[in-house]
């Protein structure tokens, strides 16, 4: 297991001086998003993943993601998540709009132990 439940509220604001709300908002009500790695031969790969960031209404700050297959204990990614895919409709907005919230993440995915193990599935499953 690496280290977000569905939640139904629209986006609570549209201005950039909200961004970061906006952005946790976004993280926290996701459920699954498109994570890009490089596979051994040094190519992009994406695919769609189920994330949490803990149980409906209890943010822990940090993302959660089941992932088998690798024997790294770390790993360079990066995890796009769209608004669109919430069924939210944008605020009634076309998905290219740029104010249908999106975020890119990209940093080293590391693999959970102790506690955050149970922390980790009970918010993924």
Known sequence: MFGASAVSAQMPHRTPEDVAENARWLVHSASWGYLTELDSAKLPMAGAISISDGDIG???????????????????????????????????????DPLCAKIALSGTLKRTSGNDISVGKSALF
């Open 58 to 96: 209890n943010s822990t700050g940090r993302l959660f993601l089941y992932l088998m297959g690798s024997k790294d204990d770390e790993r360079l990614a990066s995890l796009s998540i769209s608004e669109a895919a919430l069924n939210t409709s944008c605020g009634n907005r076309d998905p290219e």
